[in-house]
C-alpha cells in the first residue's frame, strides 16, 4: 500500500493570534512547495475564534471577554464563534492537486473527519461523521471542522473537545434573543459533550498521539515529526501580529 509522506508538527500551546499567523504561514509554505502537513496544538489563554464572514459586535461580548483573559480572533475559514478552552485542534493542509484532496466537499470533510473518528475509537469513544463538518459521540458534538480553500491548497482544522465549559461560553457570546439565554444554554448542554464528560480523563499529549496515528490510519500516512522551519514560525509571528492582530482584520465585518 502506498503511504502519503507528511510532517507532524505538534506545536505546544499559543495565544490565538498566533495559532492563526501559523496555520496561515503552513498554507503558504505547503502552496510553495513544501511537504503536507498536520499540526496538532492548543490555546494559551483561552479564546474565541470568529468564522471568517461573521460580524464580530454581532458574535461576540468583548468585554466579557477582556474580563475573563480570553482572546478574540478571526479565521480564515469559515463557520461560526467557536469557544477554544480544553480542547486539542489540528490542522491538516495539503495541495488541491494532492491524491488525498477530494474535490467535493462532503467528500473531503468526510475524508478528514475519519481520522478523528479513528483517533477517537483509540481513546475509546464510538462516534460518527454528520454531515456537512459535525462529529457526533453518541447523539452529541464533539468535534466541530471547518475548511477554506486558497493558494491552491486546502486546509482544514477543527477540534476534539477535552472538556467544555458551557456556561463560560455563553457569557463570551452574543445570544439572540437574550431572554432565551438559559433556554440556550440547556439545549447546548444536551447537544455537546467530551472526552471529560463522558468519563476519559484525557490529556492533551494523550489526545494528540491518538488523533496522530487515527490520522495516519485512515489517510494512510507517513508521518515525520517536525518542527516548524524558521521561516515558517518567523512568517507566523509576522501574521500574527500584522493580520490576525490587526483591528481592521478583526472588525472586518
Not at 58 to 66: F, G, I, R, S, Y
Not at 223 to 235: G, H, K, V, Y
Request: charged share 25%; aromatic share 6%; with cysteine.
Amino acid at each position: 500500500m502506498n503511504t502519503h509522506p507528511f510532517r507532524l508538527l505538534e506545536t505546544g500551546y499559543h495565544n490565538g493570534c498566533y495559532n492563526m499567523g501559523l496555520d496561515e504561514a503552513l498554507l503558504e509554505s505547503v502552496a510553495a512547495g513544501a511537504m503536507p502537513c498536520i499540526r496538532l496544538y492548543g490555546w494559551r489563554p483561552a479564546a474565541v475564534s470568529l468564522g471568517c464572514f461573521q460580524g464580530i459586535e454581532e458574535e461576540v461580548d468583548v468585554t466579557a471577554c477582556k474580563k475573563h483573559g480570553v482572546d478574540v480572533v478571526r479565521r480564515i475559514s469559515g463557520g461560526g464563534a467557536v469557544f477554544h478552552q480544553a480542547e486539542l485542534t489540528y490542522s491538516i493542509i495539503m495541495t488541491n492537486t494532492h491524491a488525498l484532496a477530494e474535490q467535493d466537499i462532503n467528500r473531503s470533510y468526510a475524508r478528514f473527519c475519519a481520522g478523528i473518528i479513528e483517533g477517537l475509537k483509540l481513546l475509546g469513544v464510538e462516534a460518527e461523521f454528520v454531515p456537512i463538518n459535525d462529529i457526533l459521540a453518541g447523539d452529541r458534538k464533539i468535534s466541530g471542522n471547518a475548511q477554506t480553500r486558497r493558494m491552491g491548497c486546502i486546509l482544514q482544522h477543527g477540534t476534539i473537545l477535552l472538556n467544555n465549559d458551557v456556561d463560560l461560553m455563553f457569557e463570551l457570546l452574543r445570544v439572540p434573543p437574550e431572554k432565551m439565554k438559559d433556554q440556550i444554554i440547556k439545549d447546548v448542554k444536551n447537544r455537546v459533550t467530551s472526552l471529560r464528560a463522558l468519563g476519559k480523563d484525557i490529556s492533551m499529549e494523550e489526545a494528540s498521539k491518538a488523533l496522530a496515528e487515527g490520522f495516519r490510519r485512515t489517510l494512510t500516512l507517513d508521518l515525520s515529526p517536525a518542527d516548524p522551519t524558521a521561516a515558517e514560525e518567523q512568517r507566523g509571528r509576522e501574521l500574527a501580529v500584522e493580520k490576525f492582530g490587526a483591528r481592521d482584520w478583526l472588525y472586518k465585518r
